[in-house]
């Protein structure tokens, strides 16, 4: 069964602290990891998509890494309106929709 | 451009009544899909249409849950005989090419609240 399962749970960091978000897959025949970001009370935002390993995506303070089992989003110097929830999916066997993990909350503290 | 809007944004019922969602895609978009998302999950998937066919509705949980997409737009989530378990959030997403990728844009969603 595909399955996506995100790292830590919650994370606490102060402005400018730099560290990773972790989202590791299985699925057979990977077509695609999709990260978004999600606010309060807001639907999902597209972020990146990654569709090899070895392959890198940026956006401002985030970069988004694919091997073939995980990928990473990494942020650097964050800052308090980075705080967010940011979820990863990968589309499902039948290519029908994502399946997403349960996120990873990030707080930027200044 | 205008994105995907959701009508109502919130929605409080009573318990074994009917409720409509509705869903208007980004103009130009043939895929739209319907996730519902609970308090601190993911979005799951429940129901996908190409054009005005539903290609896979697979997520929906039971019978009590259906959906329609009339003229290949605006899209509606119909659940019947309501229970505390459908209160969620209800997120519709659509996508230009779905045969090519994935990328999907999501609306604002509608929280529903069976009491």
């Known amino acids: 069964e595909d399955q996506v399962t995100q790292s830590p749970e919650a994370l606490r960091l102060q402005e400018g602290e730099s560290s990773s978000l972790n989202c590791s897959y299985t699925?057979?025949?990977?077509?695609?990891l999709f990260w978004y970001r999600q606010d309060p009370g807001k639907g999902p935002e597209f972020l990146f998509t990654?569709?090899?390993a070895g392959e890198e995506k940026e956006k401002e303070r985030l970069k988004a890494t694919l091997t073939k089992k995980e990928s990473f989003l990494h942020i650097t110097a964050p800052k308090p309106e980075d705080s967010a929830t940011y979820l990863c999916a990968v589309p499902n066997q039948a290519g029908t929709a994502l399946i997403f993990g349960k996120g990873t909350t990030l707080s930027v503290s200044s | 451009g205008a994105g995907v809007s959701q009508t109502p944004s919130n929605k409080v019922t009573e318990k074994g009544k009917y409720v409509e969602l509705r869903c208007d895609p980004i103009s130009g978009h043939t895929a739209l899909y319907w996730y519902r998302q609970s308090l601190g999950q993911g979005p799951e998937f429940l129901i996908y249409f190409q054009g005005t066919g539903a290609a896979d509705d697979s997520g929906l949980p039971n019978d009590r849950f259906f959906a329609v997409r009339p003229e290949g737009s605006v899209s509606t989530l119909k659940i019947q005989r309501t229970e505390r378990g459908d209160s969620a959030v209800y997120l519709c997403?659509?996508?230009?090419?779905?045969?090519?990728?994935?990328?999907?844009?999501f609306g604002p969603g509608t929280r529903l609240t069976v009491t």
């Open positions: 997403a659509s996508s230009p090419n779905p045969g090519q990728v994935y990328e999907q844009y």
């Open positions: 990654l569709y090899s």
């Open positions: 699925v057979s025949g990977l077509r695609g």
